[in-house]
């Protein structure tokens, strides 16, 4: 586990299997003997061979009902992600029909700015799922590619200090956030008010605060009140 820990300090990608065979996946042996032996509870995959799970999914396109993926789901964690999990281990839970899912950190931007407009063509319809210094950073992403194709973006209590515009091509953009962090001091609570609370974005489509105890690392209760990630894990 100690070794899965490591890479989580660098942008990764995990595909489970539930939703996307590793057989379907990985291009070489050398690749599934990685994810084996570092992470085989969470099936993680350094980021650096993107071609590979490019083709895995355009491949996905072709499958037959009831196994054909139509929606990708992006996990990016906050900065302290690596250490808490607490984006990490909602992605790890989550699960969706007709989805697969994908997990990065925060640092990802650049990562980002390369493969969103590969997938766009594919025709999958996305949905980020951003927290804290990581919503910030892939607001930054999409404001550096020319055209977006974004179903949704949910933001969790962003954070950030620089100026923020809406980016083009998001259909939906909700962002949740905490109302006052100085009500309950706990760590994730400073973290945010350091980095700069967002709290509300009137560039966004909908905004909802939730109250103490609710705290900056309450991804769960977060999404609990999110209605685009309501309608996300019910949909037929």
Request: glycine share 4%.
């Amino acid at each position: 586990m100690w070794r899965c820990f490591e890479y989580l300090y660098k942008p990764i990608f995990v595909f489970p299997p539930c939703f996307l065979p590793l057989t379907q996946i990985l291009q070489s042996t050398q690749n599934l003997n990685y994810i084996q032996s570092h992470a085989l509870n969470a099936q993680c995959l350094d980021s650096v061979d993107l071609d590979s799970h490019l083709d895995s999914l355009d491949s996905m396109q072709n499958l037959d009902s009831p196994n054909k993926v139509q929606h990708i789901v992006i996990f990016i964690g906050g900065f302290m992600d690596s250490i808490h999990q607490c984006v990490f281990k909602n992605f790890l839970s989550f699960r969706a029909k007709g989805a697969i899912k994908l997990y990065s950190t925060y640092d990802s931007t650049q990562l980002w700015v390369q493969l969103l407009p590969r997938i766009y063509p594919l025709r999958y319809s996305l949905t980020i799922i951003a927290h804290s210094w990581g919503a910030n950073n892939i607001i930054k992403a999409f404001c550096a590619i020319d055209s977006n194709h974004i179903r949704a973006l949910i933001t969790l209590d962003p954070v950030g200090r620089n100026a923020i515009h809406r980016p083009q091509g998001i259909e939906f953009w909700e962002n949740l956030y905490i109302q006052d962090h100085l009500k309950h001091l706990n760590r994730p609570n400073i973290s945010a008010l350091i980095g700069g609370a967002r709290k509300s974005i009137p560039l966004a489509d909908s905004n909802t605060a939730l109250c103490a105890p609710f705290h900056h690392a309450s991804i769960r209760e977060m999404l609990r009140h999110s209605k685009a990630f309501d309608t996300l894990i019910t949909q037929k």
